[in-house]
């Protein structure tokens, strides 16, 4: 058995008397309940500081998922109980945890191993003794079990028999805490000299003799063991008790005497009526009491080799540790390097000084070992726990469109501003692209149709105003012609307002310039049906209807039709105009920038009010379509408003299905479609007659009174 295990055994028993004790090697946790142990005290600090250290390790390695093995007593116990509270605040999580039997069974540790050979987590945290370890350990080696990264505690980390070159391969690397080290001056020499000859009346030395040698130091008759040669000296054995260059169980020992002997240094001095008993009293220097020194060792304050020692109210020490690391020697062996030092006095999180440059980890790596239950999450993924396993347990889901995270191991998305937008990579909120009808390939395939359709319509108009005088100019009204050429010309170009980035003004014009130049452009035309109509209707006997649709008239009749649709924009731009607006719903990666009709009342009323005019149109022309001779002027009015009609009637559901620049795009072909529909079935004819027919530009030929 162990130091540890020994001193703890011996105090238990003792402790409940009230006599006053101070330990160097009891650890345990349980020794700090000042209810079951009033009057003990250590200079090892309390299993309380030791998984503090040891959940800070695990913390600084980024060792999130780890085994724990305990040795079957309190020790072990309260330690690893220690250190599951520990974690609970950390976001480590322990893989297993096993118990190594105190009486050691080859079955009980072969199970052990099947667990650690079994897990992912490649860190084993062991609170074991000396004794159970060594069995257990030789176990391990017989079954060939690498790449597990030990983390010792104080009780084995500094164990001489596990320093053998055959316990390297599968223990170098082993990281742990170990009580801190101290130089005790001439301690060597001292122990040189003590031996059974030098002091005869010393029975403890005369024990010791006979426990480590087997021999007895004196003849008795008593004694049936052999007689000593004389030559037997303490540095024969390898003890941790005779480690003089770097003595951590002596330097304890050493440390809980200074105390006792500055405790009853303190008790002597006392002066009375300045005591700290009762009526100022101090103890009688021939008659000490034992909570009288408790007293003074619960005050006590000095230090060794400029480490400070006292005792807090619990009665343990000034919590320091060595990080000890085990690393190959010159020879094969394992050698005890300290590598930093943990110290219990620091602010929360500055207690770990490591040097990782100095440590070797398991198999001989100079990198720190991987032991985590699922890998980190990047940036641009999220962590998503897994259902019935530990929080170290989780999968790696991507970020969702439109959100982000751009730290590691984030255990949610972030959503992006509503004008931003997530990258590929989910790891950080890009600007939206912004969208409009812009002169691009589409943007500018309108534009190039609109121009070209002014054009034509100019040149039209330019043809018509030079054969101004000629028969088919005249006969089709020459002024209605020219104002359904300007109402057209207004038409093409109105299509441009809706290509570029909308503005309050644009947004205005657009709907507005559309439905007045296309309710100028029909009412021309339905003045042009009621005039050939009626001129046609005139030639029969009793019908003087002409004199009722002279040019006054038509004037008026186009004024009035147009100035209802001026009515209901004035109305409409009152109300609720339209305007630009954002739309980020339709695909959210973007943001559309388009012209909010306002009133939607007001935009299917100007588009009503446009067909209403068209359907009359057309059906005044049917009626006209079998007027006598080669006048087709009615007929040429039927097509151009069921091709009118045709158009924007599909431009209805395209308009609502389509979004932002797409559905300025389908309205601005409706209207460059139309256009050209009025364009060529009103003027193409009379143009080719006029330029490749002029034979036929006469009012006989169109009157169908030609000599046959």
């Given at each position: 058995m162990s130091i540890i295990t020994i001193s703890f055994i011996i105090f238990s028993v003792i402790l409940h008397s009230v006599f006053t004790q101070i330990s160097y090697a009891a650890s345990c946790a349980c020794l700090s309940d000042r209810q079951k142990y009033p009057t003990f005290f250590r200079v090892i600090p309390s299993d309380d500081y030791q998984v503090k250290a040891i959940a800070r390790m695990l913390v600084h390695f980024n060792w999130t998922w780890v085994g724990l093995l305990r040795g079957d007593h309190d020790y072990g116990r309260f330690a690893a109980k220690g250190l599951l509270r520990e974690l609970q605040e950390t976001k480590v999580c322990v893989a297993y945890q096993e118990m190594i039997p105190l009486l050691y069974n080859h079955q009980g540790g072969l199970r052990i191993m099947k667990v650690m050979r079994s897990s992912t987590a490649k860190v084993v945290v062991v609170f074991a003794a000396?004794?159970?370890?060594?069995?257990?350990?030789?176990?391990?080696?017989?079954?060939?079990?690498?790449?597990?990264?030990?983390?010792?505690?104080?009780?084995?980390?500094?164990?001489?028999?596990?320093?053998?070159?055959?316990?390297?391969?599968y223990l170098g690397g082993t990281i742990g805490f170990g009580i801190k080290k101290g130089q005790i001056s001439r301690l060597g020499d001292?122990?040189?000299?003590?031996?059974?000859?030098?002091?005869?009346?010393?029975?403890?030395?005369?024990?010791?003799?006979?426990?480590?040698?087997?021999?007895?130091?004196?003849?008795?008759?008593?004694?049936?063991?052999?007689?000593?040669?004389?030559?037997?000296?303490?540095?024969?054995?390898?003890?941790?008790?005779?480690n003089t260059s770097s003595p951590r169980v002596a330097y304890n020992v050493y440390k809980a005497v200074y105390a006792i002997a500055h405790s009853l240094h303190n008790l002597l001095l006392c002066q009375p009526g300045r005591g700290p008993f009762q009526n100022n009293s101090c103890a009688q220097s021939n008659n000490i009491h034992p909570w009288q020194l408790q007293h003074y060792l619960q005050e006590v304050n000095f230090q060794i080799a400029g480490e400070e020692v006292d005792f807090d109210a619990k009665g343990d020490s000034v919590p320091y540790y060595d990080i000890i690391n085990w690393q190959r020697g010159p020879e094969g062996n394992i050698e005890f390097v300290n590598v930093g030092l943990f110290d219990g006095t620091k602010a929360v999180g500055e207690e770990l000084l490591i040097q990782e440059d100095g440590i070797k980890w398991a198999g001989h790596q100079s990198e720190v070992p991987v032991s985590v239950c699922s890998a980190s999450c990047l940036p641009g993924f999220r962590k998503a726990v897994r259902r019935g396993e530990p929080i170290c347990c989780f999968d790696c889901v991507p970020c969702d469109s439109g959100k982000i995270s751009n730290q590691t191991n984030s255990v949610d998305c972030t959503i992006c501003p509503e004008d931003f937008w997530s990258n590929n990579d989910r790891t950080a909120c890009i600007s939206k692209k912004v969208e409009y009808l812009t002169f691009d390939s589409l943007g500018i395939a309108l534009t190039v149709m609109s121009v070209v359709g002014a054009c034509f319509t100019l040149a039209v108009c330019g043809v018509f105003f030079c054969h101004r005088h000629t028969a088919i100019v005249r006969v089709n009204n020459s002024e209605l012609s020219f104002f359904i050429l300007f109402a057209l010309t207004l038409c093409f170009l109105c299509s441009l307002l809706f290509i570029g980035k909308p503005t309050y003004w644009s947004c205005m014009l657009r709907h507005t310039a559309f439905s007045i130049t296309f309710s100028l452009c029909i009412s021309c035309i339905l003045g042009k049906t009621l005039v050939v109509l009626a001129a046609f209707t005139a030639t029969r006997p009793g019908h003087n209807i002409m004199k009722w649709l002279g040019p006054k008239q038509q004037r008026t009749i186009i004024s009035s039709c147009t100035l209802v649709q001026v009515v209901i924009c004035t109305a409409w731009l009152i109300d609720a105009p339209p305007s630009p607006s954002r739309n980020t719903q339709y695909e959210h990666s973007k943001i559309i920038l388009e012209c909010s009709v306002g009133s939607s009342l007001a935009f299917w009323c100007v588009l009503g009010y446009i067909g209403l005019q068209a359907c009359l149109c057309f059906v005044l022309a049917f009626l006209a379509r079998k007027l006598p001779g080669n006048f087709n002027e009615a007929k040429f009015i039927t097509f151009s408003m069921l091709i009118f009609c045709a158009v924007w009637l599909a431009f209805i559901p395209a308009y609502i299905s389509s979004p932002g620049n797409y559905a300025d795009a389908v309205e601005s072909f409706a209207i460059l479609a139309s256009s050209f529909g009025l364009l060529f079935c009103l003027f193409a004819p009379k143009s080719y007659i006029i330029l490749l027919k002029p034979e036929k530009n006469t009012k006989q030929h169109l009157m169908g009174k030609e000599n046959k």
């Open positions: 000396e004794g159970e370890m060594t069995p257990f350990l030789r176990d391990y080696m017989t079954q060939n079990i690498t790449g597990i990264q030990w983390v010792a505690s104080e009780a084995w980390v500094t164990a001489s028999a596990f320093s053998g070159r055959e316990y390297y391969p001292f122990l040189q000299t003590v031996n059974p000859k030098r002091y005869p009346e010393n029975v403890l030395v005369h024990e010791l003799w006979e426990s480590l040698y087997g021999c007895s130091p004196f003849l008795s008759s008593v004694n049936q063991m052999p007689p000593c040669s004389g030559q037997e000296t303490l540095f024969e054995h390898n003890s941790a008790y005779m």
